[in-house]
């Protein structure tokens, strides 16, 4: 099957069932998607479907009907996406683990709501769970990319 | 000295380690330099200078951080520490874990597990703590772990970029037919401010690391630091954004293959019969393979992708055999409660007499209480896993591990290969908290890798298996007792706690020929209640170790996580008896440590302390752990939906404060970490298996659950103190204490959703 994966076409031999997750990582190489519990409780694999965030880990690659793109298609010409750049100016990440997730879905939430308010960031960042503590610094780097308009 | 030396010779890692490494204690082993780890690996035109320091001739500059990141910072901070003397930019380094080694030994982990609290300096004790830290380089003990990576970095690692520094002077000093002294260091290069000339390190480093190193090296003066003491941009932070393959799980190897473990849940119980036929007519399966050793009792798999091992593994089915351990939580808390009960143990604070103290103590003048905590699980969001090849006789290790040296050493006696031929990389950690101290997913990705025909193995577990085959926090149960004086103020205070030694659990299953030896009195067990600068004329303070057989370990602040809890809930407990506020009893009784009174001060002052908003209530919880002395408030609300953490304030007196962006976001790392516990995590187990299998029935606090954090930290402290765990201690505590203000609940048992809803 053909999947389009950061604006590439890639070819995949995989069984239907296989988790998008895994066909990301082990066939395809493409590692920022984390498995964090296989059954779409906390987030560390999210990746985008046509803009939209899903739970790869829990997406078997049959089920796919959208362009995907992960962490790695964020950055442009070596130009770190503004919600990446505000990640790093708030200097978010401890373990660093969920944090791809955690950016996958404030990406998809800047989109829909350019300028999110505490509530609505706890709604839609409540799926991504971070065990380093790092939610404060996350409401701060949303905010950060809000002002800096995504 | 003769208790000292007794406490020297039955503590455990003085005892037990050094003999199952296979060495004694002796002047000379201490005072031999120690071997320079990176000589053997370097590229051309690259020099070594020390374990920490690798410069090339291309100009680029290697800083050695050996000690675990899993989030709390350490590299940026280790290779500060080496930047700074050395007189370069963090930007201008890169820097790595290094190789596992007996160079980058840890002195401070065994100068911390001393059976002493922090403030407690005398000749005797001060030297057996020097004692305890020399047996780290003897025994080669590579370990993160004790919130001692600072600590035990900040002389020997600045000393290392001097050294460097100075020894790149002389080159250039050579090279320019110049005085060294009139030669200055600058952002990689060594200038002559007379003739305006100036070389880089790149173009020195091959003469420099040939130098006879000067042997009296002067270290700057803080009032000279341009790194250290302020807050530093982290040198993993753009990986960390750009889902940078780092992490052990992330390992990309030529041919490599896929695996996973299923292992006996009832934990240690060996494997009666199996039946693998579905799993090994999956074509995606190469082999299945048993596993009987130190760790557990199962199967691995082995396949062509990660999720095919997973469903592989599923589809086997095993007769699992009994548990070495009571069946059910009910039975295991009795166990303990029994033993709480039988009295004992081992003191590690005896002051006054508090029988006599107790023996005329009039009723109502008495405090009694009882509290209980269960087992907890590590959950780090990264599963357990490494990956492993056995090729040629030699074995690589790919492991995301806190203790190298003790990796090696492991799989050396699991597989009869000499350590010389075991080479472990450490990759960076998706959380640890302790867990990656132990050594049984190395040690599982070895059995199978020997099973692999040659190839790199990467061995993942599920969630599920991870988080009923971790290696818990002890369940404990204590008992305190206090009398008060006229004025409220207690005059005796006595005290046990009852829980399974960590200690011994580790030695066990890492050191399986020492398992029966005698381990002496388990510090951990009374860490965070013993060691509490609370001046209360007659003290004892027992530890009482519960023989069960449930694999047991570190977890983030280890003993303190449950003592805090119950002293600081127990203070609180006196005030309310005594009629006196929580945090002013707090402030009279530690009126000797200056550092302590200071933080208290400054939280009381920072979350107005006595003033409440409607709805609203505090708690306040100190603990010393670590070396670091830290108060925290919470404050509470109810609302519709249940009870709220609103606000959070907390002041840490770290001593010196090397990276103070980075401490505050270890404090609140650290608080959040205690307030998920507190709130409702708990391992409990049915018919010999963990209950809880992933994170919806194992969850932790969530960004809509996360209050607002204010934090502080001071340097009044005479001592450097830890970082990474110390926000733990006192949060829940403080938690449980705001909800007594709140609703008028004391609540004894964690986690406290059993006894309230939280929002």
Redesign the interface.
């Known amino acids: 099957m053909k999947l389009n994966v950061n604006g590439a076409e890639r070819e995949l031999n ?1 069984p239907d069932d ?2 998008l997750l ?1 066909a990301l ?3 395809l ?1 493409i ?9 779409a ?2 987030g ?1 694999c999210t990746v985008l479907m046509d803009g939209n965030p899903i739970r790869s880990c829990v997406t078997p690659v049959s089920a796919v009907s959208g362009v995907i793109t ?3 298609g ?2 442009k010409d070596g130009k ?1 996406h503004p919600v ?1 750049q505000a ?2 100016d708030e ?10 997730g955690q ?1 996958m879905s404030a990406v998809a939430l800047l989109t829909e709501i350019p300028n999110p308010t505490d509530t609505e ?3 839609a ?2 799926g ?12 701060a780097a949303i905010h950060r990319a809000a002002g800096a308009g995504v | 000295m003769g208790r000292i030396a007794t406490i020297a010779r039955r503590t455990f890692l003085v005892g037990a380690v050094a003999i199952a490494g296979g060495v004694a204690f002796g002047y000379y082993q201490f005072k031999k330099p120690v071997n320079n780890p990176l000589k053997d690996g370097l590229a051309d035109g690259e020099a070594t200078f020390n374990p920490y320091v690798k410069i090339a001739s291309d100009g680029k500059i290697t800083i050695i951080a050996p000690r675990a990141e ?4 350490i590299m940026t901070t280790l290779a500060a520490l080496v930047a700074e003397e050395l007189e370069v930019g963090l930007d201008q380094v890169t820097v790595e874990h290094g190789p596992a080694s007996g160079a980058y030994f840890n002195s401070g982990v065994l100068a911390e597990n001393a059976p002493y609290a922090s403030f407690e300096h005398s000749m005797i004790k001060d030297s057996f703590r020097s004692v305890m830290g020399a047996m780290g380089k003897i025994i080669s003990l590579q370990i993160t772990g004790g919130s001692t990576s600072t600590v035990d970095a900040f002389e020997k690692m600045r000393h290392a970029g001097a050294l460097a520094r100075e020894m790149l002077k002389g080159a250039a000093a050579k090279e320019l037919g110049v005085d060294m002294a009139t030669l200055k260091a600058e952002r990689g290069a060594i200038m002559d401010p007379a003739s305006g000339k100036s070389l880089t390190y790149g173009a020195l480093a091959l003469k420099a690391a040939t130098i006879e190193p000067p042997s009296d090296i002067k270290l700057k003066d803080r009032k000279d630091w341009k790194l250290l003491g302020k807050s530093q ?2 040198v ?12 052990g ?2 390992v ?1 190897l030529p041919d490599m293959v ?1 695996g996973t473990v299923k292992m006996n849940p009832r934990l240690g119980g060996r494997m009666k019969s199996y039946d693998a036929k579905a799993a090994q007519a999956m074509p995606a399966v190469i082999k299945v393979v048993e596993i009987d050793c130190q760790f557990g009792h199962g199967l691995g798999v082995i396949a062509d ?3 095919t091992a ?1 469903q592989a593994a599923d589809a086997i089915t095993v007769e699992w055999g009994e548990a070495p351990y009571p069946a059910d939580t009910k039975t295991i808390m009795g166990v303990i409660e029994t033993a709480l009960n039988a009295g004992g143990g081992t003191a590690l604070r005896e002051i006054g007499d508090v029988s006599v103290e107790f023996a005329d103590a009039p009723q109502d003048r008495l405090v009694e209480a009882t509290y209980s905590v269960p087992f907890l699980a590590h ?5 357990m896993n490494a990956t492993a090849q056995f090729k040629d006789g030699k074995l690589e290790l790919w492991s995301p591990n806190q203790g190298p040296t003790i990796t090696r050493f492991v799989c050396s006696n699991m597989t009869g290969l000499d350590q010389d031929d075991i080479t472990v990389h450490t990759t ?6 302790g867990r990656r101290g132990e050594m049984d997913f190395s040690g599982y990705a070895t059995l199978l890798a020997m099973a692999a025909d040659g190839k790199p193995v990467k061995v ?1 577990w ?3 298996e991870d988080m009923k085959h971790d290696l818990y926090r002890p369940a404990a149960m204590a008992k305190f007792k206090a009398r008060l004086g006229a004025d409220g103020i207690p005059t005796a205070l006595d005290a046990a706690s009852a829980s399974p030694s960590v200690m011994r659990s580790v030695v066990r299953r890492n050191m399986p020929s020492m398992a029966s030896a005698p381990l002496g009195p388990d510090k951990s067990i009374t860490d965070g209640a013993f060691n509490q600068p609370y001046g209360i004329a007659n003290q004892s303070v027992r530890g009482i170790d519960v023989d069960l057989m449930i694999p047991v370990s570190f977890w983030r602040s280890v003993g303190n996580s449950q003592n805090a809890f119950f002293h600081e809930s127990f203070m609180d407990e006196i005030a309310l008896a005594a009629k006196m506020d929580p945090a002013q009893l707090r402030l009279k009784l530690m009126a000797d440590h200056p550092a302590a009174a200071k933080a208290v001060e400054k939280v009381m002052a920072m979350s107005g302390w006595g003033k409440e908003r409607p709805g609203h209530a505090k708690g306040i919880a100190f603990c010393l752990s670590f070396g670091s002395w830290v108060a925290e408030v919470v404050e509470v609300t109810d609302t519709a939906d249940g009870i709220r953490i609103t606000n959070v304030w907390a002041v840490a007196d770290v001593g010196t404060a090397l990276d103070p ?1 980075n401490i505050k ?1 270890q404090i ?6 205690g307030l ?1 516990a507190a709130m409702g995590q708990e391992i409990t187990f049915s018919d010999g298996m963990v209950e809880q299998s ?3 029935d194992y ?6 659950q ?1 209050p ?2 204010h934090v502080e930290v001071h340097e009044n402290a005479e001592d450097m103190g830890g970082v990474g765990e110390i926000g733990t201690p006192p949060a829940a505590p403080a938690l449980a204490n705001a909800i007594f203000a709140l609703t008028g609940k004391r609540i004894r048992t964690l986690p406290l959703s059993k006894e309230v809803k939280f929002a």
């Open positions: 995989v296989m988790p895994w990582r082990d066939t190489n590692k920022g998607p984390k498995f964090g519990c296989g059954v409780a906390c560390s992960t962490i790695e964020l950055e770190l990446q990640w790093f200097q978010v990440a401890q373990c660093g683990y969920c944090q791809s950016i960031i706890d709604q960042m409540g991504n769970l971070c065990r380093c503590g790092t939610y404060p610094k996350i409401r | 899993m989030g709390q910072g941009p982290r993993d932070m753009r990986a960390k954004v750009t889902g940078a393959p780092v992490f799980i992330d990309s896929y992708n990660t999720w997973f959950a780090a969001m990264e599963p960076m950690m998706g959380g640890a908290f993942t599920t969630r599920e962006d976001a609140i790392s650290g608080a959040i970490f998920s992933n994170y919806p969850d932790a606090m969530r960004i809509y996360t607002e954090f």
